[in-house]
């Protein structure tokens, strides 16, 4: 007789993350972080990171979810508090809340035994957060909560040939958006304002990124990612990995980089990717987030925003405001973006002015990743 050979599997990757079990790393990082904030409050069975003053905030206030999936700390954990939002709900990582966590994100903004202004739902455009959102919203509608719901898409590396009826990919303007959205809630404005200031920012803003590498998933759990070639970054990447537009080794200068980056956002020739509706009158301002995706330091990308501000200055677009920063990450990945949303103009007649705009972005928020 042959004796039987057994083999074992073979061990999963290891891609050096600071976690224990994969599945518990959402509700381990939320714990940690509502036990150090005491303006923050935690509902582990459905991971909703919510104010602590919620109870009182919600009965004269419009209220305000983000939610995505896990990863891309600290959005919108992070982002929860006074003059932002009211929660944010995760789901596991790289993977859509489900509809029972969004509907009991609803229900804890709005007790039906109360009055409610209701409350603002907003995530990026991904399909599996807008179907759980869907269900959400429908089952929380028929039980009489008033709701509504922006999904932001805002990369233009995401043309209208590709995106066609589904759209950009959200990145990182929704981050951006709730800025303005969360302070008109937080000064009183209701909820059809607060919702038309959320679409008309992300109507005018867009996103692009770039990283050395896609992503490293901690132990290969959700699935097998391929990685970059040496010496090359990958332009317009996705946040989960996504296919971006190209490969470019090898690596050019930070210079030609921020030039290409730039004129992708900027460019109002380009029929496919010119999404934000610049005048070309050399009276434009924009508000400009450069987001590291999870390892870039500031101090590399306080020189992408300077040239950022040099290349923008030279096409006659005024940065009136900057922020830089971890604002959604991709777990750990070698990369950044650069965000536009192009102010209103002084004349320009709609939801928002200018001076309201740059009141609200100025307004002091409490939470935890923004920087004041």
Not at 23 to 28: P, R
Not at 62 to 75: D, K, L, N, Q, R
Not at 162 to 187: E, F, N, T, W, Y
Not at 253 to 274: F, K, Q, Y
Request: proline share 6%.
């Amino acid at each position: 007789m042959t004796a039987a050979i057994q083999t074992q599997p073979p061990a999963p990757k290891e891609t050096f993350h600071f976690i224990n079990a994969p599945a518990d790393a959402i509700n381990e990082a939320a714990h940690g972080l509502t036990e150090h904030h005491p303006t923050l409050s935690y509902a582990p069975a459905h991971k909703i990171v919510y104010r602590s003053d919620l109870d009182t905030f919600r009965r004269d206030h419009v209220t305000t979810i983000g939610f995505a999936g896990g990863g891309h700390e600290p959005m919108f954990s992070g982002f929860v508090g006074p003059s932002y939002l009211s929660c944010a709900v995760s789901g596991n990582i790289f993977a859509s809340p489900t509809a029972a966590q969004i509907f009991e994100a609803i229900r804890l903004c709005q007790p039906l035994d109360s009055p409610s202004r209701g409350t603002l739902i907003v995530c990026g455009n991904y399909t599996g957060d807008i179907l759980n959102a869907g269900l959400a919203i429908t089952r929380a509608t028929a039980a009489g909560y008033k709701v509504r719901f922006i999904p932001v898409g805002d990369d233009v590396a995401v043309g209208r040939k590709k995106g066609g009826k589904v759209g950009r990919r959200g990145l990182s303007a929704h981050v951006v958006g709730l800025k303005i959205a969360c302070a008109l809630a937080d000064q009183g404005e209701s909820l059809e304002k607060v919702g038309d200031v959320m679409e008309y920012i992300a109507a005018n803003s867009g996103t692009i990124a770039v990283a050395f590498d896609r992503v490293a998933l901690p132990n290969s759990v959700v699935t097998e990612i391929q990685t970059l070639p040496p010496a090359t970054i990958e332009l317009g990447l996705g946040c989960h990995g996504e296919p971006g537009l190209r490969k470019i080794s090898p690596v050019p200068s930070p210079e030609a980089l921020t030039e290409e980056m730039i004129n992708l956002l900027v460019d109002t020739s380009d029929t496919d990717r010119g999404f934000i509706p610049f005048s070309g009158t050399g009276v434009d301002e924009v508000v400009l987030l450069v987001n590291s995706s999870g390892s870039t330091s500031d101090k590399v990308l306080a020189r992408f925003a300077e040239l950022a501000i040099a290349e923008l200055e030279r096409r006659g677009i005024r940065v009136k405001r900057m922020i830089l920063g971890p604002m959604v990450t991709s777990l750990k990945q070698s990369g950044f973006g650069f965000t536009l949303w192009r102010l209103p103009n002084t004349d320009e007649k709609g939801v928002l002015s200018r001076d309201e705009a740059l009141t609200c972005w100025d307004r002091r928020v409490d939470v935890v990743a923004w920087r004041q």
